[in-house]
């Protein structure tokens, strides 16, 4: 598959390229990632300020977000994440709207400080309700040298409110991961530490929880949270789907923080270990075996009120997941799938298809660095393929020669593989389903997979190698 590439480039790609083995503890012993994409290779990559505006900030619902720089940014991230949330578009919720400073090329030549200072008044003038801004900086701001922190603090000064400057140029590190990880060190310098001093808004318990990384996709988070609360414990804050800012200034209060996506928010969650003692564990919500896993390690951390809630929710809801898997198993028994996704997706989900006996035979991370292969290695089977910043052309290869039964990506990737007859499903996004979290969420994945699957619209499309009488079927199974 690499003989296309020049010799620098095959030397290059053959790092991210590798067989899973679940005899190392250390993926960097198998695979590089968080490296530069090569240049003219295609990537799936996005860019800092995606990883800042699109994952991280956006999804904040009381506070608006302003794309400074041109117009397509704001545009092209604006409402695509389906970051479910409660209250009024335009009113006091924010999240589906486009705010921009709409650069042209004389705010290139002048700078747009003046601009900025201008939009936010005007935003003070027409939607007061709301609670904060952030300042989502585009590449020219960066190349220019606007000063969005003077800026920030002078507005913060006349308004009152919490104005959030975020240097997530897109040109920033390799990907949308270091995006991730400067919008954390803006909550960290310009929200939680200077709310130190404030008074939380709500009563101290001893059951405190704040869910961390999960972006209410299709309503994830809501589905989440419920099987937490019924366990007895309090969600004070969600970070940051159908999130609000009073709920991040409360969170270094909390007894204990719940991270989904590790990868977007294990620096925030570092940073509140380090200055207020708070602990955190990772949590994987996908499927009822990892669910069950999932309850007992959090309630591990409280005392036996909430060990014996756990054990009551897992109970309760068995009833209805195993009806789930005697459905939807029988049609999907043995099926193979290959991932490649963002976030915590390419492992979190292993489970939830190994729970309706399907395979997993490949996956791999957009942005991932290191230590997400190292969870990822032990949740994979031997002799399954690991691919990381995988190129589209190294995608359509494995799949051709691995021959996959489902393929689960992103919107990228879907027609083309659609188009060689081989049934997709968006894990970006839930292909506009969803929730997929808890045990609610498990009964719709399923539902999901098989419909994609089962359909019969696939009979009438030939996928290209079905049609070639060389090669036999490269098996993939341990």
């Known amino acids: 598959m690499l003989e296309i590439y020049p010799e620098k480039a095959q030397k290059d790609r053959a790092k991210h390229l590798a067989v899973n083995d679940q005899s190392l503890e250390k993926a960097n012993k198998c695979i590089t990632s968080n490296r530069k994409s090569l240049p003219g290779v295609m990537t799936i990559r996005g860019c800092a300020y995606a990883g800042s505006k699109g994952v991280v900030w956006g999804p904040i619902k009381d506070m608006i977000h302003i794309s400074h720089g041109p117009v397509g940014c704001g545009q092209y991230s604006r409402a695509g994440r389906r970051n479910y949330y409660v209250g009024t578009t335009g009113v006091n919720t924010f999240g589906t709207m486009n705010f921009t400073s709409d650069f042209t090329e004389k705010d290139i030549v002048f700078g747009g ?135 991040i200034e409360n969170t270094p209060k909390v007894k204990l923080n719940l991270i989904h996506c590790y990868r977007s928010m294990n620096y925030i969650a570092r940073h509140m270990e380090e200055k207020y003692s708070i602990p955190w564990i990772e949590y994987n919500f996908f499927g009822p075996t990892k669910i069950a896993e999932s309850l007992r390690r959090i309630a591990a951390h409280f005392d036996d009120t909430i060990k014996e809630g756990a054990e009551r929710v897992i109970a309760r ?68 393929l690991l691919y990381d910043d995988v190129t589209g052309y190294e995608f359509e290869e494995f799949v051709k020669r691995i021959k996959p039964d489902l393929i689960g990506s992103g919107i990228k990737e879907k027609y083309i593989f659609q188009k060689m007859g081989v049934p997709f499903r968006q894990m970006h996004s839930w292909d506009y389903s969803g929730p997929y979290h808890g045990y609610d969420g498990f009964a719709i994945f399923a539902r999901d997979m098989d419909m994609t699957l089962n359909n019969p619209c696939w009979k009438n499309i030939k996928a290209p190698w079905k049609s070639e009488a060389s090669g036999d079927s490269v098996k993939a199974v341990a």
């Open 113 to 247: 400080d003046k601009k900025l200072a201008k939009i936010i008044d005007e935003i003070e003038v027409l939607f007061p309700l709301n609670k904060g801004i952030s300042i989502q900086s585009e590449c020219p701001i960066g190349l220019i040298g606007d000063d969005i922190e003077a800026v920030s603090k002078v507005k913060t000064k006349e308004h009152g409110k919490t104005i959030v400057p975020v240097r997530c140029e897109g040109f920033r590190g390799v990907s949308q991961s270091l995006g991730h990880h400067i919008a954390n060190d803006a909550i960290r310098d310009w929200v939680l530490d200077k709310s130190d001093s404030k008074e939380p808004s709500y009563q101290i318990g001893p059951y405190d929880v704040a869910v961390i990384g999960d972006y209410n996709i299709g309503g994830d988070a809501w589905a989440s949270r419920t099987l937490l609360e019924e366990m007895g414990l309090r969600v004070v804050a969600q970070w940051s789907g159908d999130g609000t800012i009073a709920e």
């Open 317 to 384: 809801y068995s009833a209805e997941y195993e009806a789930v898997i005697a459905k939807y198993r029988p049609r999907l028994e043995g099926k193979r799938v290959m991932l490649y996704v963002g976030g915590l997706r390419p492992r979190h989900v292993i489970g939830a298809y190994e729970d309706l006996g399907m395979e997993v035979v490949g996956t791999g991370y957009e942005f991932a660095h290191n230590d997400d292969y190292d969870r990822t290695i032990k949740e994979m089977g031997n002799a399954t």
